[in-house]
């Protein structure tokens, strides 16, 4: 199975800041990640598909990067409402993975 | 817009069977893979199932096989999982989810997921 190791697990920033989650595959997937949100009671959202592609209707301070093992997830000023949990998810062979989760706190 | 509905879940004894169902809306059902994750209570996603358009391909992580059936009915828009010889460590969020490719061959992750529909495996 390929694991997929988040970090960090938890995060505290204030409204305005740059957040960057990262995400380690344990082999070589390409491009095959996507980025979710979910918010608390709540399905998660697809925000980020194919490492680095906008969901359409995702607001654009939503970006991510990467490729091979290595991929970063970033929020470019951090608001209110993107308090959550957020997940990555590898498709590139089943079983599909998920990282842990990094929850998401504003100072 | 996509919709996806789960019913089905509940309370149920060790041992015991669940069949959940999922009503899907607004898409071209027959066109996309779907699936099912689950989430137990204050845990991370776990990816259970997938089926493939036709539902002639289905996939399961190991932990169910042999004890879950993923099934569809493209003329009904709605997607199933029949649950057996069920564990306390089955307990989850159940979500139905459509994968992202259309008309695809292979999966791309989740798109669009349902509310989810609780089970709880206890005596």
């Known amino acids: 199975d390929i694991q997929m190791t988040q970090s960090p697990s938890s995060l505290s920033s204030s409204v305005g800041d740059r957040v960057t989650i990262t995400c380690q595959a344990s082999?070589?997937?390409?491009?095959?990640l996507n980025w979710y949100q979910q918010k608390p009671g709540k399905a998660p959202k697809l925000l980020i598909y194919?490492?680095?592609n906008l969901e359409t209707g995702v607001p654009s301070r939503f970006s991510g990067g990467g490729s091979g093992t290595d991929f970063t997830f970033t929020i470019s000023s951090l608001q209110p409402e993107d308090i959550a949990t957020y997940y990555c998810?590898?498709?590139?062979?089943?079983?599909?993975?998920f990282g842990q989760g990094t929850r998401l706190e504003i100072k | 817009q996509v919709q996806l509905v789960e019913s089905g879940g509940g309370l149920v004894k060790p041992g015991g069977s669940l069949r959940l169902s999922c009503a899907a809306s607004?898409?071209?059902?027959?066109?996309?893979?779907m699936t099912w994750i689950r989430q137990a209570p204050g845990k991370g996603l776990e990816w259970v199932s997938y089926?493939?358009?036709?539902?002639?391909?289905?996939y399961y992580i190991d932990s169910v096989k042999g004890r879950f059936t993923i099934s569809r009915d493209n003329a009904k828009n709605s997607l199933y999982l029949q649950m057996s010889s069920l564990r306390a460590e089955d307990t989850a969020v159940y979500f139905c989810?459509?994968?992202?490719?259309?008309?695809?061959?292979?999966?791309?992750?989740?798109?669009?997921w349902g509310q989810g529909t609780l089970v709880t495996v206890s005596s």
């Open positions: 989810a459509r994968d992202r490719g259309v008309y695809s061959s292979s999966w791309y992750g989740v798109d669009y």
């Open positions: 607004g898409f071209t059902f027959s066109d996309h893979y």
């Open positions: 089926i493939g358009r036709s539902g002639s391909t289905v």
């Open positions: 082999q070589d997937i390409s491009n095959s």
């Open positions: 194919d490492a680095s």
């Open positions: 998810q590898q498709y590139d062979d089943l079983p599909i993975t």
